[in-house]
């Protein structure tokens, strides 16, 4: 049987939060060794970190 199943368990949309911030994170730190491209780079970077942080937004519990 395997025990990693009952509490190994991570959420889709917070793994694609996460791939989304490191993405974006590690754009934005590689962005200055190519300066021909440093602006698309680092606005795909932010449009990541964005994303990354709506999908967080959209798992946190509403409260009414």
């Known amino acids: 049987m395997n ?8 959420d ?4 694609m939060s ?3 911030l490191a ?3 590690g754009l934005a730190y590689f962005s200055d060794r190519l300066p021909a491209r440093a602006s698309l ?3 795909v970077a ?3 970190i964005i ?5 967080v937004g959209l798992k946190l519990p509403v409260f009414r």
């Not at 889709?12 to 793994?15: D, F, Q, R, T």
């Open 46 to 48: 932010g449009v990541l």
């Open 23 to 25: 993405a974006g994170a």
């Open 41 to 43: 780079l680092q606005t």
């Open 12 to 15: 889709p949309v917070i793994a």
């Open 51 to 55: 994303v990354g942080l709506a999908l």
């Open 18 to 20: 996460i791939i989304a």
């Open 3 to 10: 025990q990693c199943a009952s509490f190994c368990y991570v």
